[in-house]
């Protein structure tokens, strides 16, 4: 299957901009260059049941190929939260939900962590694509580098021997969760 043009089921302008690097050969477009700027209620359990819902209203809308990530950072000694609350973990956005996790792992030792991606790619059909990754590391103690988003400068990258903060773009992308999520992905059309 080749395809040409993918409309991206999300809003988070860093997430587009991460799949248009690692998708670069495909149209990419997101919902709301076509109109749709609407949230759609994450109502799964999983990361894929998430990535599931927001593709499938974006290709039955558009009734174009859709394509949604659902990814999240999980936490060894939190049993893994924020898992997929992560982006709601404080219900404050990025800076409060950075402190609350520091907050919440006071005098803790353990440290690891791993963010997870599930991608799903929704065909206008019903048919649907799935691919899923993860890279590990651990919480560091405090904010370290500006780049990325989200928990990017608490985030020591096994693969990168750094902080998700200190990577490049290009970097990060060479052992992201949704980078190793897009690739599975596309191993299977």
Sequence with gaps: MKLTEIVVASGNKDKIREIKQIFGDIKIT????????????????????????????????????????????????????????????????????????????????G??????????????????????????GRILQEEIGENGFGYDCLFYSDDLKKSFGLASAEEKNSVSHRYRALCDLRKKF
Aim: proline content about 4%.
């Design 111 to 136: 440290r690891k962590a791993y963010f997870e991606s599930a991608v799903c790619l929704c065909m206008p059909d019903g048919k649907t694509y799935f691919g899923e990754g993860r890279t590990h």
């Design 30 to 109: 997101s919902m709301k260059e076509l109109g749709f700027d609407g949230d759609i209620p994450e109502t799964g359990k999983t990361f894929k049941e998430n990535a599931k819902i927001k593709a499938e209203t974006i290709a039955l809308k558009f009734r174009l190929p859709a394509l949604a990530d659902d990814s999240g950072l999980c936490v060894e000694a939190l049993y893994g939260a924020p898992g997929i609350f992560s982006a709601r973990f404080s219900g404050e956005g990025d800076e409060a939900n950075r402190k609350l996790l520091l907050k919440r792992l006071e005098g803790i030792v």
